[in-house]
């Protein structure tokens, strides 16, 4: 079991970008992949992006393809979401979330078993 805590969330004009991380603070040497999902108010929470523990893969939806780059740091145990370009539509609470399933990247909710408690993103038009 890890225990996530998101950072760097904030309020950012549109064509601005922020830096958000995911620390985990209990280390482990379970390998297992990080994503990221975010939340809008009256909406469903939805899928982000995706990162395998080396970091030799990742996925994107189609919406942020281009302007979110998914990372880690394994040294630190941390993963990172550098959001460019960023637009009043990307306005959400932010999530990051850990598969503990070896050799699994998924891009289901259901599939990840730790979550974080979020960070508030706003993008102002």
């Known amino acids: 079991q890890a225990q996530l805590v998101e950072s760097g969330g904030g309020l950012v004009q549109a064509g601005g970008s922020l830096r958000l991380s995911c620390a985990a603070s209990?280390?482990?040497?379970?390998?297992?992949?990080m994503g990221w999902f975010r939340q809008a108010p009256g909406k469903e929470r939805e899928f982000v992006a995706a990162?395998?523990?080396?970091?030799?893969?990742?996925y994107y939806v189609d919406s942020v393809k281009g302007r979110f780059t998914i990372s880690r740091d394994n040294a630190k145990n941390t993963a990172y979401l550098q959001m460019n370009s960023l637009k009043p539509e990307d306005t959400a609470v932010y999530y990051c979330?850990?598969?503990?399933?070896?050799?699994?990247?998924?891009?289901?909710?259901?599939?990840?078993?730790?979550w974080g408690q979020g960070t508030q993103v706003t993008v102002s038009s």
């Open positions: 979330a850990a598969d503990f399933v070896y050799g699994r990247l998924s891009l289901k909710l259901g599939d990840f078993g730790s």
């Open positions: 209990i280390r482990t040497f379970s390998s297992y992949s």
């Open positions: 990162i395998s523990w080396s970091g030799a893969n990742t």
